[in-house]
């Protein structure tokens, strides 16, 4: 049950890799786990600022995961869940969802005594962890849904053999992002 029928919004990012796997392609996504409960989730935390959201998740990727990548400017999903807030009432937070190409995973990183990391193929990752949105985003991707990978790796591969003087660290953000409340 909610107290309030207003909702907060979180930024989250999809640390993933293309894998050849039984001579297709495929993908695995870094995981971590959450601070308190050890439950495995996606890196995600608030927007800050004026950054982009896309910005934002890459940005809690390396805070909690220690991943480097290419972030693509639109969410790729985005599904809620019941936030326990530091009071312990909870609050609906709607979570936007950014494909990050990983492309390097660091061995130090600001959480990393708070945090454990695991790859896994989509359909794995949708087992392991709890939360029932997340779980449904991660089914939807590595069904039909894999074809939203395939466009982000191309476009944002498209970007990393573009010709510019100083390599963007994310594309641009969408043309109409989802609004801050």
């Not at 786990?33 to 004026?50: A, I, Q, V």
């Not at 600001?110 to 989509?122: F, I, Q, T």
Request: charged content about 25%; glycine content about 8%; proline content about 7%.
């Amino acid at each position: 049950m909610f107290l309030n029928t207003k909702s907060v919004q979180q930024v989250a990012a999809l640390p993933f890799v293309p894998v050849a796997e039984h001579g297709a392609d495929s993908f695995e996504v870094l995981l971590i786990t959450s601070r308190k409960r050890g439950r495995w989730l996606l890196p995600k935390g608030w927007p800050k600022g004026k950054a982009a959201y896309a910005d934002d998740a890459a940005r809690e990727a390396h805070e909690e995961a220690g991943v480097i990548g290419r972030i693509h400017g639109d969410p790729i999903g985005d599904y809620t869940y019941a936030k326990s807030m530091r009071g312990g009432y909870p609050v609906r937070s709607h979570v936007f969802v950014y494909p990050l190409l990983v492309c390097e995973h660091r061995l130090d990183w600001p959480e990393r005594d708070a945090r454990s990391c695991r790859w896994a193929g989509l359909a794995e990752a949708a087992g392991l962890v709890e939360d029932k949105g997340l779980a449904r985003l991660l089914r939807h991707l590595s069904g039909s849904g894999e074809k939203a990978l395939d466009q982000a790796l191309a476009s944002l591969s498209a970007a990393a053999t573009a010709p510019s003087e100083s390599e963007p660290v994310s594309e641009t953000a969408p043309a109409s992002p989802p609004k801050r409340s």
